[in-house]
């Protein structure tokens, strides 16, 4: 016989998942409803006028996928593109790159526009494209590129795509819910997330909204969509009020996690959640580099939910992470692709995003620095975090 599960108590501060609210996870418990049970659609409704709010749109289709934020990003490209279109794809980092290679498995034809990792994508680049290429179906490209820790400037890309009549496809997997996004304010037409990150919910859900224009792109497809699990037109007939036709079972209990978080953020408010997770960055990073580390992104193209940050030479990347979270029970990332072993990716995402949790880490870091040898006198970096924070309260 197995054991019953005794798990650690994890401090999760890497690129997700984040910590999840107990009431999240009290919603998980609930008991199971039929996903065509009338109290269920009802719940479904609630979560789809939530995310409207939270992405700020009126775009009626407004849903969770099911799946991680990889469905999200597959549903958007599978269900927009058909062989022969030809996309742009802005890549400086891990998920732009997934971006161009899902558009290529759609048959699409994916014009990577690049900038280095840890850098924005100019929109001039995008322009200049634009300016000297055909039609273009659609722009796509990430809001919060969670392997570099860039913010990318979306509503200068979105007015582009309008002028010259391109779909605009953007990953706000890991900003939704820590900084803000304007789906309709910034033209977006195709936007997924997650629910594991700012939203701080288990992994098992896409939140997900389509434009009317997007809406009317599918419809008008001349090849049926590749996938049958993420045929938005027949997802569709089970969330509209209208129809409720089964399609695939929802993930129940996924779906009453998720309504639940969505009440937290509700209840915390946009504009105070966002200042959060500013403050709470800005602690960290003084507290980093005080340390020695340097982030990656430019000061002012920095994410508030993830800091990237190189690690001074005298730190072993493997080793202190370990320690980390063996004797602290702390997660943080580590790099990937060109920057694996040499940045740090940590994560103050959702409910992970607290002071408590920063004077933690830089605590822990210092104990580990000080027993190495690779820091001489304790206290810098939880003086220079607190100074952060002084500043915030008396501003
Ligand atoms: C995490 C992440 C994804 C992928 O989400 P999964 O939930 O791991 O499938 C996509 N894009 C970005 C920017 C991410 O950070």
């Known amino acids: ?51 409207r709010w939270l992405f700020a749109t009126t775009n009626p289709f407004s849903i969770a996928i099911s799946g991680t934020g990889s469905a999200g990003m597959e549903a958007a490209v599978v269900n927009l593109i058909e062989p022969g279109d030809a996309v742009i794809v802005g890549i400086n980092g891990v998920f732009g790159a997934r971006l161009a290679t899902l558009v290529e498995r759609c048959g699409g034809k994916a014009i990577r526009v690049e900038a280095p990792w840890g850098r924005i994508i100019e929109p001039e680049a995008i322009a200049s494209v ?69 939203l701080s919910c288990p992994p098992g859900l896409a939140p997900f909204t389509l434009s009317d224009r997007a809406v009317a792109a599918i419809k008008n497809r001349r090849t049926p969509c590749q996938s049958w699990y993420l045929d938005m037109a027949l997802v569709s007939d089970y969330w509209a009020e209208q129809t409720r036709a089964y399609h695939h079972t929802a993930p129940i209990s996924m779906l009453y996690a998720l309504r639940e978080a969505l009440r937290l953020v509700e209840e915390e408010g946009m504009v105070i959640r966002h200042a959060r997770h500013r403050l709470n960055s800005d602690a960290l990073i003084a507290g980093l580099i005080a340390l020695g580390f340097d982030p990656v992104p430019l000061l002012d193209q920095r994410l508030p939910m993830l800091s990237c940050v190189s690690l001074p030479a005298s730190i072993d990347d493997a080793a202190v992470r370990a320690r980390l979270l063996t004797t602290y029970g702390i997660e943080i990332g580590g790099g990937l692709g060109p920057l694996k072993g040499k940045v740090w990716r940590i994560g103050l995402m959702g409910e992970s995003s607290t002071e408590a949790n920063v004077l933690t880490l830089l605590n822990a870091l210092e104990e580990i620095g000080i027993q190495s040898g690779w820091l001489s006198t304790p206290g810098a970096a939880l003086q220079a975090a607190a100074r952060v924070y002084s500043c915030a309260a008396t501003s």
């Open 1 to 51: 016989m197995l054991q019953d599960l005794n798990l650690p108590r994890r401090l999760l501060l890497g690129p997700g998942p984040s910590l999840v609210h107990p009431r999240v996870l009290r919603a998980m418990a609930m008991p199971l409803l039929g996903h065509l049970d009338p109290i269920f659609l009802g719940l479904m409704d609630d979560i789809q006028t939530l995310l």
């Open 130 to 198: 634009l300016q000297r290429s055909g039609p273009m179906k659609a722009v796509a490209m990430v809001h919060a590129e969670t392997s570099t820790g860039v913010w990318q400037p979306i509503e200068p890309v979105g007015r582009l795509c309008r002028d010259y009549n391109a779909l605009f496809i953007v990953d706000t997997v890991t900003s939704l819910g820590g900084a803000p996004v304007e789906v309709d304010q910034w033209g977006i037409d195709a936007c997924y997330s997650a629910t594991q990150k700012c």
